[in-house]
């Protein structure tokens, strides 16, 4: 059986998949002192906005059937960060 055209990767992609499967996780850097200040100086956020958010949140943590997230209950503790 061969394999389909689109299962090749050539030596480059298998050179970075390598790269990046030894990349420690991380959050990323965090803001400049730009970034921080203006986040200081930016208006209040609208209580319909928040309220918006916060309901999104929690319809999001209760999905269930297409679009859920599969949690393992395989004993198993999760990766430390």
Same mark, same amino acid.
């Given at each position: 059986?061969?394999?389909p055209?689109?299962a090749?990767?050539? @030596? ?25 200040? @203006? @986040? ?9 906005? @928040? ?31």
């Amino acid at each position: 059986m061969s394999t389909p055209e689109s299962a090749k990767l050539d @030596a480059a992609t298998r050179a970075a998949e390598a790269v990046d499967a030894r990349k420690e996780p991380s959050a990323g850097r965090g803001p400049t002192e730009d970034e921080a200040a @203006a @986040a200081e100086r930016a208006a209040p956020v609208d209580p319909e906005v @928040a309220e918006t958010y916060q309901d999104q949140l929690e319809r999001g943590a209760e999905q269930e059937g297409e679009g859920a997230i599969d949690v393992a209950d395989d004993g198993i503790p999760p990766l430390s960060q």
